[in-house]
């Protein structure tokens, strides 16, 4: 960047610093934090440090990062515009300054913005607490106060700056505020609980921190972070945001995800082979901490967070699997580790589940089966269970999914399915147990049938073979496949006899068995409803065999059909 151009750059920095400091209304400051992230895009100059600009700039300078740490630590702006708050200075800091000094002076930063945070909360509940005879007092006080803590703010800003600079330029130093901060940030939490969880606002900034993606920044290596990348440094005060309350979880585990994505995108350059340093690929504390954090959230109530589980979990195997093949050492297989955690815990723990759907994508599929041959029947039978029933559905489809990448045959396939699966669903919808039936009913079948080529034809022969005693599976079969549209209804001059043949098992004594017969008959009747006619009679000839339930069903159809206009 010529000296005109770094002219132009500072001076479009400068009236946006005057923009937000003009209006501090959220909807205008959201405007010109959009404006400055375009304008730091385009910055193509690189400084040891702060302090090597000149007097003007570095005034400019100052001022700008002042705005953003107060747009940032305040409580008067919405999520989106902390998250771009933090994004801007991040990336400015990034843009501006070798890795020596921009590492340093983000943590820098991050500190600072915990410290304003804590200060604001202290003043409030302070405020909070006096008497309203002192409100008028509180009033101007409170002003003297702000602006107090505004110049206190701008003197710890540029005291900060002053230590960071000192510090990338290798000087000596005693055991000041700023080591004392990175030495919080880089240490590793024994005891979490002990440990401050980082604000929203922080949590906010480790997100602009992650958005810089500076493969030189996040490599950056300093006695001051033990020597290990800068990126890697990021993530205690990650997992201790994935501890914060529910409030602020949503964006810390998006922030972990993030982070791990990063982490395998520039492995690479993380990653030194002389180092002997494996992060991911043995059981080292950050994979111990990583898990510990995701296993707390399998059945997270806050909306997206379990997504974001799932997500880590399959970025964290492949980051692992990646690190060992850098390194060149298998000696520890992450998948397998989830496994055998996993295969300890009760089938009525919905996380067993999870991690077991997960893993299944990834691993032989007729190995694991072989091992654990105990899978199907558990996997079919817990289906009752309605709290987990989704995620052990995912079990079951991730299984075949694995099938049928192995380019069997139709035959192979249908084999494969029948010697595992076959006799656990034919027990399950021969069952007494309604919700066991309904799971299957509702997640497993639809399923296959729209999964696997002519499943239908496959299991309407299992259960007219197998099951003589017992039409409930093939009602439920046929009702379920013509609502999926795999199974065409008869032509218009064959109706009546494929409503006849349904409409035989409502003198079941099962009322399910009654209620499909049912299901199916409408389902025919209303892709020719001017047949209803037809229907009507067929239900005469057989209602008084039916139970009261089963009756009351048919008399809101049978009206519905009757009062049918004939085409």
């Given at each position: 960047?010529?000296?005109?151009e770094e002219s132009?750059?500072?001076?479009?920095?400068?009236?946006?610093?005057?923009?937000?400091?003009?209006?501090?209304?959220?909807?205008?400051?959201?405007?010109?934090?959009?404006?400055?992230?375009?304008?730091?895009?385009?910055?193509?100059?690189?400084?040891?440090?702060?302090?090597?600009?000149?007097?003007?700039?570095?005034?400019?300078?100052?001022?700008?990062?002042?705005?953003?740490v107060?747009?940032?630590?305040?409580?008067?702006?919405?999520?989106?515009?902390?998250?771009?708050?933090?994004?801007?200075?991040?990336?400015?800091?990034?843009?501006?300054?070798?890795?020596?000094?921009?590492s340093?002076?983000?943590i820098?930063?991050?500190?600072?913005?915990?410290?304003?945070?804590?200060?604001?909360?202290?003043?409030?509940?302070?405020?909070?607490?006096?008497?309203?005879?002192?409100?008028?007092?509180?009033?101007?006080?409170?002003?003297?106060?702000?602006?107090?803590?505004?110049?206190?703010?701008?003197?710890?800003?540029?005291?900060?700056?002053?230590?960071?600079?000192?510090?990338?330029?290798?000087?000596?130093?005693?055991?000041?505020?700023?080591?004392?901060?990175?030495?919080?940030?880089?240490?590793?939490?024994?005891?979490?609980?002990?440990?401050?969880?980082?604000?929203?606002?922080?949590?906010?900034?480790?997100?602009?921190?992650?958005?810089?993606?500076?493969?030189?920044?996040?490599?950056?290596?300093?006695?001051?972070?033990?020597?290990?990348?800068?990126?890697?440094?990021?993530?205690?005060?990650?997992?201790?945001?994935?501890?914060?309350?529910?409030?602020?979880?949503?964006?810390?585990?998006?922030?972990?995800?993030?982070?791990?994505?990063?982490?395998?995108?520039l492995?690479?350059e993380?990653v030194?082979?002389?180092?002997?340093?494996?992060?991911?690929?043995?059981?080292?504390?950050?994979?111990?901490?990583?898990?510990?954090?995701?296993?707390?959230?399998?059945?997270?109530?806050?909306?997206?967070?379990?997504?974001?589980?799932?997500?880590?979990?399959?970025?964290?195997?492949?980051?692992?699997?990646?690190?060992?093949?850098?390194?060149k050492?298998?000696?520890?297989?992450?998948?397998?580790?989830?496994?055998?955690?996993?295969?300890?815990?009760?089938?009525?723990?919905?996380?067993?589940?999870?991690?077991?759907?997960?893993?299944?994508?990834l691993?032989?599929?007729?190995?694991?089966?072989?091992?654990?041959?105990e899978?199907?029947?558990?996997?079919?039978?817990?289906?009752?269970?309605?709290?987990?029933?989704?995620?052990?559905?995912?079990?079951?489809?991730?299984?075949?999914?694995?099938?049928?990448?192995?380019?069997?045959?139709?035959?192979?396939?249908?084999?494969?399915?029948?010697?595992?699966?076959?006799?656990?669903?034919?027990?399950?919808?021969?069952?007494?147990?309604?919700?066991?039936i309904?799971?299957?009913?509702?997640?497993?079948?639809?399923?296959?049938?729209?999964?696997i080529?002519?499943?239908?034809?496959l299991?309407?022969?299992?259960?007219?073979?197998?099951?003589h005693?017992?039409?409930?599976?093939?009602?439920?079969l046929?009702?379920?496949?013509k609502?999926?549209?795999?199974?065409?209804?008869?032509?218009?001059?064959?109706?009546?006899?494929?409503?006849?043949?349904?409409?035989?098992?409502?003198?079941?004594?099962?009322?399910?068995?009654?209620?499909?017969?049912?299901?199916?008959?409408?389902?025919?009747?209303?892709?020719?409803?001017?047949?209803?006619?037809?229907?009507?009679?067929?239900?005469?000839?057989?209602?008084?065999?039916?139970?009261?339930?089963?009756?009351?069903?048919?008399?809101?159809?049978?009206?519905m059909?009757?009062?049918?206009?004939?085409?």
């Open positions: 960047m010529s000296c005109n132009g750059f500072y001076h479009k920095l400068f009236m946006i610093t005057e923009k937000l400091s003009a209006d501090k209304t959220p909807a205008a400051t959201h405007k010109a934090l959009k404006e400055l992230y375009q304008v730091i895009q385009k910055c193509d100059t690189k400084d040891d440090n702060a302090f090597s600009l000149p007097e003007a700039t570095q005034h400019t300078l100052f001022c700008l990062i002042q705005n953003l107060n747009i940032i630590s305040s409580s008067d702006f919405p999520a989106d515009s902390l998250l771009l708050g933090s994004t801007c200075l991040s990336v400015l800091v990034a843009e501006l300054f070798y890795p020596k000094f921009a340093t002076f983000l820098s930063l991050y500190s600072l913005v915990g410290d304003i945070v804590k200060g604001n909360t202290q003043n409030s509940k302070r405020n909070n607490q006096k008497s309203s005879k002192k409100v008028q007092y509180e009033k101007a006080s409170s002003k003297t106060e702000e602006c107090e803590e505004s110049q206190n703010c701008e003197l710890n800003l540029e005291f900060k700056i002053q230590q960071v600079q000192k510090l990338a330029s290798d000087c000596i130093l005693e055991e000041t505020d700023l080591i004392y901060s990175i030495e919080k940030f880089t240490q590793e939490e024994t005891e979490p609980k002990k440990r401050e969880t980082p604000s929203f606002h922080q949590i906010a900034f480790l997100h602009g921190i992650l958005s810089c993606q500076k493969p030189d920044l996040f490599s950056f290596r300093s006695k001051y972070f033990h020597h290990k990348p800068f990126l890697l440094t990021l993530f205690n005060s990650i997992h201790l945001s994935c501890l914060t309350p529910c409030s602020s979880q949503y964006h810390a585990f998006s922030i972990l995800v993030n982070w791990l994505k990063t982490c395998k995108t492995l690479n993380l030194r082979i002389e180092d002997s340093n494996a992060y991911f690929s043995s059981k080292t504390e950050l994979i111990s901490k990583t898990l510990s954090v995701l296993e707390s959230n399998w059945e997270s109530p806050i909306k997206g967070v379990n997504s974001f589980v799932k997500e880590a979990y399959k970025v964290l195997i492949a980051l692992s699997g990646a690190e060992c093949d850098s390194l050492n298998h000696d520890f297989s992450l998948i397998q580790f989830l496994i055998d955690q996993a295969m300890k815990l009760s089938w009525k723990i919905k996380g067993k589940y999870l991690v077991l759907s997960i893993v299944l994508q691993i032989d599929y007729k190995k694991f089966l072989e091992n654990y041959p899978i199907p029947n558990e996997v079919i039978f817990n289906l009752k269970a309605n709290y987990a029933s989704s995620i052990i559905s995912e079990v079951y489809k991730s299984i075949i999914s694995s099938m049928k990448k192995c380019e069997y045959s139709l035959n192979e396939l249908h084999a494969e399915w029948c010697k595992w699966w076959k006799l656990p669903i034919i027990n399950s919808l021969l069952s007494d147990d309604k919700l066991l309904q799971g299957v009913s509702n997640l497993v079948l639809p399923w296959t049938l729209k999964t080529p002519k499943s239908y034809d299991l309407l022969d299992i259960f007219e073979e197998e099951i005693n017992n039409p409930a599976p093939t009602l439920i046929l009702r379920i496949a609502q999926c549209g795999i199974c065409e209804f008869q032509e218009k001059n064959h109706y009546q006899e494929e409503v006849e043949t349904t409409m035989e098992f409502i003198v079941e004594r099962q009322i399910s068995i009654q209620l499909h017969s049912l299901i199916i008959s409408f389902s025919v009747a209303d892709s020719i409803c001017q047949n209803g006619d037809s229907f009507s009679s067929s239900v005469e000839k057989h209602k008084c065999k039916i139970t009261f339930d089963a009756r009351h069903l048919l008399k809101s159809k049978t009206f059909y009757n009062n049918q206009p004939q085409q």
